[in-house]
Nanobody, 121 residues
Framework: QVQLVESGGGLVQPGGSLRLSCTVSGITFSAAAMDWYRQTPGKQRELVATITTDRTANYADSVQGRFYISRDNAKNTLYLQMNSLKPEDTAVYLC???????????????WGQGTQVTVSE
């Protein structure tokens, strides 16, 4: 069973920092492409950052230069370091994995439940 469990969210003042973690089980983490998305009520889910199996990272324009995605394959954990946070970064942040299954065709994906990040005075 594939499980993605996010942690590290919370309330932070504008300009502050948070580090989110996503611990993954049930798949070969090192072979999975990983993403962070965020969701706010009434809006479409937004792709925030991606990291490939060779650690190539890409970011949404809105977070470029402030957020940093990384992975620790030994710990099966994905991270999102968020700096210079703004009120508009307030959202539920979700971890997403894209992976293959042994002996099966195609790709599969899985989502975590999300962790709330609130940026406010």
């Amino acid at each position: 069973q594939v499980q993605l469990v996010e942690s590290g969210g919370g309330l932070v003042q504008p300009g502050g920092s948070l580090r989110l973690s996503c611990t993954v089980s049930g798949i070969t983490f090192s072979a999975a492409a990983m993403d962070w998305y965020r969701q706010t009520p009434g809006k479409q889910r937004e792709l925030v950052a991606t990291i490939t199996t060779d650690r190539t990272a890409n970011y949404a324009d809105s977070v470029q230069g402030r957020f940093y995605i990384s992975r620790d394959n030994a710990k099966n954990t994905l991270y999102l370091q968020m700096n210079s946070l703004k009120p508009e970064d307030t959202a539920v942040y979700l971890c997403h994995a894209v992976f293959k299954r042994p002996f099966l065709l195609g790709t599969y994906d899985a989502w975590g439940q999300g962790t709330q990040v609130t940026v406010s005075e």
